[in-house]
């Protein structure tokens, strides 16, 4: 996936830094989870500041209220089925916190997906969303024929700032088990770095992994501007989107560098390709 830019929208700051070990569940979005399952217009009202007033954007357009609330609540009276919104990334700062989504769902069988951020903030009178900037609408989603994740990680990439402590620890830990280190670098906002972590954790992967590999993810920020200089000394490239992959001894020597965006889309690889991988880099008796 292609690093996504978060930038001061709207007068609203998606902001970047991210705090410890969030909550993977936010009940104000549980709330307007259950509002556009149920189709209810006044009940997504309610969620939305009206002082000052929220501002909705979808696409690169601003648009009214009453078209967002309405675009969520006719969903389940339109041929959508399936509404299984993801929650990527929570990131929050005193009582404004912000999500990151993938909204996927199906139509006329067929799957579809769309992004959206929202920005809350606990007002008097409860949590309420403040911004939300989502795809004009939902596209075409690619199949994958590795498992995407019911419910991602949010704390899968720790904070940029703790990368070498990340990385040392790993290394101290591969040199006791014996054995490898595989660096993933990306971000809680990449979809697909959340599916390679599903893929490892898997019924068909997690022995092969456990028994080979110590894995750490290394984050280079909502911007991809964080770390570059470690993927640089590993000779990881990132210019190709992440997740990008490095495998190292215990003793840090590089043994593999991915150069290209080999991981980079999880529509283009399948379990052949990280089998593939994962034999190929484990370290041999």
Same mark, same amino acid.
């Given at each position: 996936?292609?690093?996504? &830019? !978060?930038?001061?929208?709207?007068?609203? %700051? /998606?902001? &970047?830094?991210?705090?410890?070990? $969030?909550?993977?569940?936010?009940?104000?979005?549980?709330? /307007?989870?259950?509002?556009?399952?149920?189709?209810?217009?006044?009940?997504?009202?309610?969620?939305?500041?009206?002082?000052?007033?929220?501002?909705?954007?979808?696409?690169?357009?601003?648009?009214?209220?009453?078209?967002? +609330? $309405?675009? +969520?609540?006719?969903?389940?009276?339109?041929?959508?089925?399936?509404?299984?919104?993801?929650?990527?990334?929570?990131?929050?700062?005193?009582?404004?916190?912000? %999500? $990151?989504?993938? #909204?996927?769902?199906?139509?006329?069988?067929?799957? !579809?997906?769309?992004?959206?951020?929202?920005?809350?903030?606990?007002?008097?009178?409860? +949590?309420?969303?403040?911004?939300?900037?989502?795809?004009?609408?939902?596209?075409?989603?690619?199949?994958?024929?590795?498992?995407?994740?019911?419910? =991602?990680?949010? &704390?899968?990439?720790?904070?940029?700032?703790?990368?070498?402590?990340? %990385?040392?620890?790993?290394?101290?830990?591969?040199?006791?088990?014996?054995?490898?280190? !595989?660096?993933?670098?990306?971000? *809680? +906002?990449?979809?697909?770095?959340?599916?390679?972590?599903?893929?490892?954790?898997?019924?068909?992967?997690? =022995? $092969?992994?456990?028994? &080979?590999?110590?894995?750490?993810? !290394? *984050?280079?920020?909502?911007?991809?501007?964080?770390?570059?200089?470690?993927?640089?000394?590993?000779?990881?490239? %990132?210019?190709?989107? #992440?997740?990008? @992959?490095?495998? @190292?001894?215990?003793?840090?020597?590089?043994?593999?560098?991915?150069?290209?965006?080999?991981?980079?889309?999880?529509?283009?690889?399948?379990?052949?390709?990280?089998?593939?991988?994962?034999?190929?880099?484990?370290?041999?008796?």
């Amino acid at each position: 996936m292609t690093k996504m &830019n !978060i930038a001061l929208i709207w007068g609203v %700051l /998606w902001v &970047n830094s991210t705090s410890a070990l $969030l909550p993977a569940r936010f009940a104000p979005f549980e709330a /307007w989870k259950a509002a556009v399952v149920s189709g209810d217009e006044a009940a997504l009202a309610k969620l939305y500041s009206s002082n000052p007033e929220a501002i909705a954007q979808a696409g690169n357009e601003r648009i009214a209220l009453k078209d967002e +609330w $309405l675009f +969520w609540a006719q969903l389940k009276s339109g041929s959508i089925t399936e509404f299984h919104p993801r929650v990527l990334e929570i990131t929050t700062l005193k009582d404004n916190t912000q %999500l $990151l989504l993938r #909204v996927s769902a199906k139509s006329g069988g067929s799957p !579809i997906v769309l992004s959206m951020r929202q920005a809350w903030v606990q007002q008097a009178d409860g +949590w309420k969303m403040v911004a939300s900037r989502r795809s004009a609408g939902f596209s075409d989603e690619q199949t994958r024929r590795l498992p995407q994740p019911p419910a =991602p990680n949010v &704390n899968l990439y720790p904070d940029p700032r703790a990368a070498q402590a990340e %990385l040392q620890a790993a290394l101290a830990k591969s040199a006791k088990e014996k054995k490898r280190v !595989i660096v993933v670098f990306g971000g *809680n +906002w990449c979809y697909d770095c959340h599916v390679l972590d599903a893929t490892f954790h898997s019924k068909e992967f997690a =022995p $092969l992994v456990d028994a &080979n590999y110590v894995v750490v993810h !290394i *984050n280079i920020g909502d911007d991809g501007k964080d770390n570059n200089d470690l993927a640089a000394r590993l000779g990881v490239a %990132l210019d190709k989107g #992440v997740p990008s @992959l490095g495998v @190292l001894d215990p003793d840090g020597k590089v043994v593999y560098a991915q150069k290209a965006g080999e991981f980079e889309s999880t529509v283009k690889i399948g379990p052949e390709d990280v089998r593939a991988f994962l034999e190929k880099w484990r370290r041999k008796s």
